[in-house]
């Protein structure tokens, strides 16, 4: 039977490039985000807030399994990695509960902000987190 530590380093293979193609994603939909609601003016469609809550799903996921790491006796280079992860985690839902309250239209700035800081979250984590 395999134990948990034995797939440590598959665990932080993952973690390590679900962080970095996080990151070209916050890129991609803050710029995607920017083209819709300032050079098109339009409103957030169903398929970009589908993207967003994939996007916040997948963060949480990325911190379940940085937190399984922690368990087995996985450290990151620096302990506000830890910090990091649970701001990367909360981001998106804080931005998904302004858009989604909003009584002003259009909303897409919300998801702009909302990207931005999950890209300096993610650039300050990536920092943080290997030696």
């Known amino acids: 039977m395999t134990s948990l530590y034995s ?9 390590y490039w679900v962080s970095r193609l996080g990151l070209l994603t ?13 050079v098109r003016h339009r409103d957030v469609t169903r398929y970009y807030r589908w993207a967003v809550y994939t996007v916040a799903a997948v963060m949480v996921a990325q911190s ?9 006796g996985g450290r990151p280079y620096e302990d506000v990695h830890l910090i990091y992860g649970l701001g990367a985690v909360l981001a998106l839902p804080f931005f998904i509960f302004v858009e989604v309250t909003a009584k002003k239209r259009p909303a897409m700035g ?3 902000w909302g990207f ?7 650039v300050r984590s990536i920092m943080t987190g290997h030696i």
């Open 110 to 112: 919300s998801y702009m």
């Open 116 to 122: 931005a800081v999950l890209a300096g979250i993610l």
């Open 26 to 38: 916050a890129v991609i939909m803050f710029a995607l985000g920017l083209f819709i609601g300032l």
């Open 64 to 72: 379940l399994l940085g937190l399984l790491m922690y368990s087995i």
């Open 7 to 15: 797939l440590y380093p598959l665990f932080t293979t993952i973690h």
